[in-house]
């Protein structure tokens, strides 16, 4: 399973970015699916997650209300739609697959596979 992230980039504050995650591989009908991100000097942190069949999402309450995860199964894409976007929202933004639906899905260890990250920046 290879996951490819893109859509980061550099915004002004209050901007909006699309993140998209294209799986290849193997379909993710059947997988719960997040976003996480990590900026410089601080650990990988839980964003988002969305069920594997996009009724149920979850969201840290730093984005709550300002970012949205969604899914197209017949694209075996995620996305993440980043909206009034700050300055500390500046990471390294990663999508991850959990093929077992764990539980713990804030939890960077309820994913096996990773994205190789996009850089988002945000400028005051």
């Known amino acids: 399973v290879q996951l490819q992230a893109c859509g980061g980039g550099l915004v002004q504050a209050g901007g909006s970015l699309r993140l998209s995650c294209v799986v290849s591989?193997?379909?993710?009908?059947?997988?719960?699916m997040g976003w996480f991100r990590q900026a410089p000097g601080r650990e990988r942190e839980f964003v988002a997650r969305?069920?594997?069949?996009?009724?149920?999402?979850g969201y840290a309450d730093s984005v709550k209300g300002r970012f949205t995860i969604s899914r197209d199964n017949a694209k075996n894409t995620v996305y993440l739609q980043m909206n009034s976007l700050k300055p500390e929202d500046t990471a390294v933004y990663y999508c991850?697959?959990?093929?077992?639906?764990?539980?713990?899905?804030?939890?960077?260890?309820?994913?096996?596979?990773w994205g190789q990250g996009t850089l988002v920046t945000v400028s005051s």
């Open positions: 969305i069920s594997w069949s996009g009724s149920v999402t």
């Open positions: 991850a697959a959990d093929p077992f639906l764990r539980h713990t899905y804030t939890s960077s260890r309820a994913y096996d596979y």
């Open positions: 591989g193997r379909t993710i009908t059947s997988y719960g």
